[in-house]
Nanobody, 117 residues
Framework: QVQLVESGGGLVQPGGSLTLSCAAS????????MGWYRQAPGKQRELVAAITSGGSTNYADSVKGRFTISRDNAKNTVTLQMNSLKPEDTAVYYC???????????WGQGTQVTVSS
C-alpha cells in the first residue's frame, strides 16, 4: 500500500511558476514509477510528466521545456517544477505511483493549479 499526498498548488499569474510536491509513504518508494497527471474541467485526465525508478523522464508535448519532474528516493518525494505557466495549465494535478508489471497503482487526492491574471 502506498499513500500519496500532494501539495504546492494554488493561483498563479500567466508566466509564473509553481512547484508541486508529492510525499509517498507505506511501501518501497524507489521501485515505483512516479507520475503527475492533470484533469481540467470537462476533459480527460492526461499524463503531464513521469519518472521511472531509474530516473528516466517523459513529458507531454504541451509541457516540454517548461516543466521538470524529479524524485528524491531518500525522502520519498517526487516534485514537479512548473515554469512559464499558461492558462491552459489550469487543472487538478494528481500524483501517481505505479509499480511496473504489477497491479499496484496509487493516486493522490489532487491539488488545484489555477493560472489566471
Amino acid at each position: 500500500q502506498v499513500q500519496l499526498v500532494e501539495s504546492g498548488g494554488g493561483l498563479v499569474q500567466p508566466g509564473g511558476s509553481l512547484t508541486l510536491s508529492c510525499a509517498a509513504s507505506g511501501s518501497i518508494f524507489r521501485v515505483y514509477a512516479m507520475g503527475w497527471y492533470r484533469q481540467a474541467p470537462g476533459k480527460q485526465r492526461e499524463l503531464v510528466a513521469a519518472i521511472t525508478s531509474g530516473g528516466s523522464t517523459n513529458y507531454a508535448d504541451s509541457v516540454k521545456g517548461r516543466f521538470t519532474i524529479s524524485r528524491d528516493n531518500a525522502k520519498n518525494t517526487v516534485t514537479l517544477q512548473m515554469n512559464s505557466l499558461k492558462p491552459e495549465d489550469t487543472a487538478v494535478y494528481y500524483c501517481n505511483a505505479d509499480r511496473p508489471h504489477t497491479l499496484y497503482d496509487y493516486w493522490g487526492q489532487g491539488t488545484q493549479v489555477t493560472v489566471s491574471s
